[in-house]
């Protein structure tokens, strides 16, 4: 039996990983996907309970850890918005997670309010992962992207990143970003100038010496190994009339992908609108549903590591 | 170990289904029921993973999946009416099925619009239940009718088969009269002229040569081996005063029931409201909380069969 | 393999337990807590189904049923809410659980009219669990209160035992109490003279020759073994002026606990709003987080009784 050794108790922010413990959540991925086609999983997280607390609706989300958890052989205990009585009777989020802790041995948390999932870590003794929290992190959406360019392409290092769409208001692109960070990784920034990544970031990037190129080209994805595309929403715009002007410019389809010699794998953190047509989706370099799958195998693995599960050698 | 030879991934529509379908059907339910008795059950799905996807709400139909995957050892993902964030953000059905095919190994689909499922099933490489789409096909409860007046009366050849009540927009009733054109049925169709069969079925009935009477006396299903009764809704009248006029003309009581000789063996699919009287409840053939039961049993079947479980042997 | 004697096939009214009934629940909580900690507990309800019928939101106690559930080893079927498209068809309840008596092997029915619980006992051939009916009983809360007494501080007999708060509509209290009078327990009853004990509570124990002490005074609690808070609703006053007036003599702080020198257990059914500080939680008297994991262990010794389960030897 091997046991992984993983520093964190907690998934919160994607700010609290290493590199090595990047290492280690993408060698546990690997162990479990193993596993999973040996058919062996099944039994690792026997007798544990997961509670899956979706404070706000994120279906896809909590169906990904829920199927996670099956898959392991694991319980759950949902619910979904705030039917809590007890909260909307006054109840803390404090005193909620008591009790959740009373019940399951790992909680999954999507919660409106940013810093929630910090707040129901500080409450109890049980493993916290946040499922997102308002405008703040969705780690583990972050780790599976980092999962899917690794197993697709490989390691980020010399890696040409495209990142294209909302970057300023992108949570997923700014914890992907982050964790890619800790890789060599060419950093290609493709958006409307009102959209632009915020400064702050680009600050860290500047201070980490990393190098990286705005533009408002979406051409500029042709020659990267990776393009990461996400949604233009209309009302992020204080002008509606600049986004008819620019919405129809950021649209990846099968004649524009063609239009390129270079293999750019293509990933999406889902749903999608008009962004990316669907006449892509039967293209070999379009991964966004791969993607989502790798969702349910990274999960597996974030929950064997927080639970500090043993897993079977292989 | 036996596995039944099925040539359908998915269950659509009641009109994909052959006589030799029908047969696998029954006797796949047959075997899982013994199965059952012998508490052996547990296991046959062990691993595998439900997708239930009630888009709207049927807790009926729901829970009765979710059991019959239950009592097989598998396990299940849930989501109940558009909860789907993403949909609400335009996601099509397409791309949600996508992400489902990546969490699930069959899907079970409850949707207020016809041919969803037919959709759903063209989307992606896992089988797909349809549980009830708008106003098309609720194959599965044609199939546990079907199986009901087996169990409790035998194979439907040469039977007298009474359908009582809205024939006109009742799903369930042409689901299952379409199931018994594979037999020698001998329909009677029982309702006011208002709601009677359409012209559609009718004609199909006389294509394929097969004999059927229509009246709108209640009196006609005393002479049947088995009588379904449904109900009439006032909403289906035009004229709120035929309603009135006609609806205490279709109640089976107790005293009706006893006024025949003949053991007609009463069917409904539930929920029942005043057409069918709960004097009759505790008389022997009374066979419509019986049949909510099978329809566990068919639906364990089912999943066996789309799954291409293989059972153990008697 | 042991089986508990239990005389009761449903857990309805706190009124239907013998002090022989009470020990054997107590006797078989203590069991599946020694199988818990020795991890043989999973396997003792596997293959059985337990319905969640919450017609009405409670999440702290479906989560605690579902909890207790799953880590016996059986499975679950849920639905919060009135979302029964058939009860909104006008089905009645009697009907509802015969179909959930064809899906299920024991259901727990949380519903928001007193005495529901008993029809559906009535209607069905499995064990029905009464999570709360309305104004009417809850008793699996009273039996979880009455073990994290006996746990903490031995049998109640000759203990003296405070309720405190809104003893006139609190249900959880009139349960308990109610439980309590097979010992020799000393009450005392505190409250605002207009949310003091109803007098049908105070005739029954006069009748049973039970001594007990009523004041407006908290400080009464100060000499107690026991003190069971509860909230003061502000919508339960008449008057607006006698709620502002009062509520701030009802807070249980960590100032006041430390005035006394008896270390009073702290018992509190949740959630807390004001009447119960924060800064009292890590006391070690502080037992309500305690009370609320011990609600899963109740939980899973009834659910062992009504469906007669075996338990492994210790």
Chains 1, 2, 3 share one sequence.
Request: glycine share 6%; aromatic share 8%.
């Amino acid at each position: 039996m091997k046991r992984f050794d993983f520093p964190h108790t907690h998934i919160i922010d994607s700010h609290q990983f290493s590199r090595e413990d990047l290492n280690t959540i993408l060698a546990a991925t690997e162990h479990v996907v193993r596993l999973k086609e040996q058919n062996r999983l099944f039994g690792v997280l026997e007798g544990r309970l997961m509670a899956s607390l979706f404070f706000e609706s994120s279906t896809r989300t909590r169906l990904s850890f829920e199927a996670a958890m099956h898959r392991l052989g694991g319980r759950i205990i949902t619910t979904v918005g705030f039917q809590f009585s007890s909260i909307s009777k006054g109840e803390t989020l404090y005193d909620t997670m008591k009790m959740i802790e009373a019940y399951a041995d790992i909680a999954v948390i999507r919660h409106p309010v940013e810093g929630s999932s910090r707040i129901a870590a500080g409450a109890v003794n049980i493993p916290i992962i946040n499922a997102g929290d308002g405008a703040g992190q969705h780690p583990t959406q972050a780790l599976l992207d980092l999962y899917t360019i690794v197993r697709e392409r490989g390691l980020p290092d010399k890696k040409r990143i495209a990142f294209i769409g909302d970057l300023k208001f992108g949570r997923t692109i700014h914890s992907l970003v982050k964790l890619l960070t800790h890789y060599e990784t060419e950093f290609v920034f493709i958006s409307p100038v009102d959209l632009a990544l915020p400064e702050s970031y680009r600050k860290e990037l500047r201070s980490l010496g990393i190098h990286f190129e705005e533009t408002e080209d979406l051409k500029a994805m042709w020659d990267c190994d990776v393009a990461y595309i996400t949604r233009i929403q209309e009302e992020r715009f204080a002008d509606r009339a600049d986004y008819e002007r620019l919405k129809d410019s950021y649209v990846v389809n099968r004649a524009f992908v063609q239009a390129s010699r270079h293999p750019t794998l293509l990933l999406h953190p889902l749903p999608r609108v008009n962004e990316l047509s669907t006449d892509v989706d039967d293209m070999p370099n379009a991964a966004y549903f791969r993607q989502a799958a790798y969702g349910v195998d990274v999960r597996m693995a974030l929950l064997c590591l927080c639970l500090q599960a043993e897993l079977p050698d292989l």
